[in-house]
């Protein structure tokens, strides 16, 4: 059974930062890609970054600009999405999802997710 468990959310001020880690089990985590999307009630869900299972590739949405990193640790079964100069647009319930095909937006399996809020 895939399990996909999000953490590091918060309440930051805009201009801050904060790490996300999505530990996995149930899969075989060094061939599984993983992304990141995003909702806000009301919204439809938007694909933030993704990563290949070996981590040689990654990809990221063009309102990231450069302030998010993603990576992954696959001694750990984890991956991590530095979030750096956090704006108050970013705030959204994180998920990490996996599949086939989840670096082209389409998810199998993904977690309950964390919530960002970003605000002053």
């Known amino acids: 059974q895939v399990q996909l468990v999000e953490s590091g959310g918060g309440s930051v001020q805009p201009g801050g930062s904060l790490r996300l880690s999505c530990a996995a089990s149930?899969?075989?985590?060094?061939?599984?890609?993983i992304a990141w999307f995003r909702q806000v009630p009301g919204k439809e869900r938007e694909g933030v970054s993704c990563i290949s299972g070996s981590g040689l590739t990654a990809n990221y949405a063009r309102f990231v600009k450069g302030r998010f990193t993603i990576s992954r640790d696959n001694a750990k079964n984890t991956v991590y999405l530095q979030m750096n100069s956090l704006e108050p647009e970013d705030t959204a319930v994180y998920h990490c999802?996996?599949?086939?095909?989840?670096?082209?937006?389409?998810?199998?399996?993904w977690g309950r997710g964390t919530q960002v809020t970003v605000s002053s």
């Open positions: 149930g899969l075989t985590f060094y061939t599984s890609p």
């Open positions: 999802a996996t599949g086939p095909d989840a670096c082209r937006d389409q998810y199998t399996y």
